[in-house]
């Protein structure tokens, strides 16, 4: 109605991946439109706002970036616990490390299996396979991922925080499946 029918949900959402994935330029590109080339590295965890409007509701995500490294892993129950939506990021390049093929998908997969078993059971849980401009480096197919995703609970996208591919819809059908899921 004219009369104003927005609602406003506060939505806590957690970033989660190895360090070096492009969480923290997911976020940038998201919330600032801008990508740089050597983000620093982010400590502990970083913490935006953004608002998406999605039909006659908006959304308000309280996003938390964590840091990926090892050393913080005991910090991140306080940021998946209780959040409405969690961002499970790798890389489908898996540069990093050099060595070791499919790492930072497999660690992907660690983090979802974590929050089905200590997370909360309603939080949306989004798979982003990012660098997806960097085809041509590709290690993990996006059927593969694809199929996992489907098994496993999550909605699957391929991004780019350089190309900025993707990177508004994640966001904008997370917020989606939010409002649906109420
Ligand atoms: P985080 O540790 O997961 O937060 O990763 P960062 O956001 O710090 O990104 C790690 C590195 O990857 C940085 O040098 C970024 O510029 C780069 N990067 C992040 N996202 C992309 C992307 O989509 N494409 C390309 N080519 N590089 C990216």
Redesign the pocket.
């Known amino acids: 109605a004219a009369s104003g029918s927005n609602k406003i949900k506060n939505a806590k959402l957690v ?1 989660l ?13 998201y919330v600032k439109g801008q ?8 400590i502990g965890a970083a913490f935006f706002s953004q608002a998406v409007a999605v039909n006659d509701e908006t959304v308000k995500f309280e996003i938390w ?1 964590t ?2 490294q090892e050393r913080y892993h005991s910090l991140a129950p306080m940021y998946y616990r209780g959040a409405a939506a969690a961002v499970i ?1 790798y ?1 489908i ?1 898996n540069l ?1 490390p050099l060595i070791i093929i499919q790492a930072t998908f497999a660690r992907a997969k660690k983090w979802v299996q974590e929050l089905q078993a200590q997370g909360s059971p309603n939080t949306i849980m989004a798979l982003a396979g ?5 085809l041509e480096a590709r290690q993990v197919s996006a059927q593969e991922a694809e199929t996992y995703a489907n098994e496993n609970g999550l909605f699957y996208m391929e ?5 900025a ?1 993707n990177v508004t819809d994640i966001f904008y059908e997370t917020a989606k499946r939010l409002i649906q899921a109420q």
Not at 20 to 29: A, F, P, Y
Not at 130 to 134: E, G, I, M, V
Not at 159 to 163: D, E, V
Request: aromatic share 4%; glycine share 10%.
């Open positions: 970033l991946g190895d360090a070096g994935t492009g969480k923290s330029s997911l976020v940038l590109r990508f740089v080339e050597f983000q620093e590295s982010t970036d840091a990926g990021v890389d390049t990093i990012n660098k997806a401009d960097l991004t780019s925080a350089k190309t591919i």
